[in-house]
């Protein structure tokens, strides 16, 4: 690995991708390619294969998937296990025939049993059944993690995958029917509290708990992934903490400063109860993530408030 080699960042427009690409760039790597879905649409087969016969990339991120909140993926199970599988398995596949001597591949912490012990350990996976509400997702996450691991296994190449917890951060989906919680909570108090504070209705009970990372943390690992090599296949990324939904309300009403009440809708799934990484492997291994959540949620509605007219809302149909 060279700051010359050819970093290909699948999903470089998106939310952790552009992390990526802006810390890679700050540290003077200068052969990096990015396109968008509308340049290369990783779903097409044979047009990832001649992308890669052509630019032949020495390294691959895939920061590109089908991405949403609890809603998106409870209302959209074909394409959340099908989209992702076919993005992952060209990329993977076209990395192998071109000779691509790392890949990083970005799972989720959605994984995990619903009910496994906490915190989750990589060793979890595939000891119970999935939250119902985004086991499609995580169905093809896994499948992802295997074909790295088979990979990895059968031709000894540094195919490695790091599950990520909950992140958040600047360049995140705002939008209220397909965003994450933490996103479309910064949105409906700021629009509220601009509406002389009125009332806030956030989805299901409050009381799932949940972790959450700042996007340039979670760039930070790839790049700590990029630059060693890791001697396992896969890695938990996160804080090692976590909260209620109902905190988290609170801290993000205390940030954006509203005042009004908060409601809530129990017509609305609260997903899994609980899902804390237990991140020591990465800890172990020299990474650790460095900005808390206050300042994190803090820099994101910054972010927000500069971006008001133009931040990313993803439609889904
Ligand atoms: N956000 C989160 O809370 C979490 C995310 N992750 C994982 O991290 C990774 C990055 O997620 P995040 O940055 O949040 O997601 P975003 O939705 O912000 O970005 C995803 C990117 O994938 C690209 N993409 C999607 N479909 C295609 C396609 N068919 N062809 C080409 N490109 C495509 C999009 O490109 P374009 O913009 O050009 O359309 C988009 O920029 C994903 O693997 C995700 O599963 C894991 C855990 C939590
Ligand atoms: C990263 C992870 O993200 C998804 O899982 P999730 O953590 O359940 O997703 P979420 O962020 O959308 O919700 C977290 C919690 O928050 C509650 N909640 C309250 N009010 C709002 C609200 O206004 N919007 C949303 N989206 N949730 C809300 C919501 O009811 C739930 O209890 C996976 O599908 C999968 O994609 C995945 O891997």
């Known amino acids: ?48 294969a001649e992308f890669f016969e052509t630019k032949k990339p020495d390294v691959v991120i895939d920061a590109a998937a089908k991405v949403g ?91 490695v995958s790091l599950m990520p917890t909950n992140l958040y951060g600047t360049h995140d989906n705002f939008d209220l029917n397909t965003s994450h919680v933490l996103p479309a909570m910064i949105r409906k108090f700021h629009e509220a509290k601009e509406n002389d504070n009125a009332p806030v209705t956030l989805w299901g009970s409050g009381t799932p708990m949940r972790e959450f990372l700042f996007v340039d943390d979670m760039a930070a690992s790839v790049i700590f992934a990029l630059e ?10 996160g804080t090692g903490v976590d909260l209620t939904i109902r905190d988290l309300a609170e801290l993000i ?20 109860p609980r899902k804390l990484m237990d991140v020591s492997k990465m800890h172990e291994l020299g990474w650790k993530h460095k900005v808390d959540l206050e300042a994190g949620i803090t820099k994101t509605y910054h972010w927000f408030l500069e971006n008001i007219n133009n931040f990313k809302e993803v439609k889904m149909s």
């Open 1 to 48: 690995m060279s700051k010359e080699s050819v970093i290909y960042i699948a999903g470089h427009r998106g939310m952790v991708g552009s992390a990526i690409w802006r810390q890679l760039s700050e540290k003077g790597y200068t052969n990096l390619i990015g396109l968008t879905s509308s340049e290369l649409d990783l779903k097409d087969q044979k047009a990832v």
């Open 69 to 159: 909140g609890i809603l998106a993926n409870n209302s959209y199970p074909y394409q959340f296990l099908m989209e992702n599988m076919q993005i992952q398995n060209n990329l993977i596949d076209a990395s192998l025939k071109n000779d691509v001597e790392k890949f990083i591949f970005l799972g989720s912490s959605c994984i995990y049993p619903k009910l496994a012990p906490q915190p989750l350990k990589e060793e979890y996976l595939l000891t119970d059944s999935l939250e119902p509400t985004n086991e499609w997702y995580a169905v093809a996450k896994i499948t992802g993690i295997k074909t790295c691991e088979a990979i990895r296994k059968q031709f000894d190449k540094d195919y």
């Open 228 to 237: 060693n090599r890791l001697p396992e296949h896969l890695y938990n990324v």
């Open 253 to 272: 009403q205390k940030v954006t400063g509203h005042t009004g009440e908060i409601l809530w809708d129990a017509e609305k799934p609260d997903g899994t």
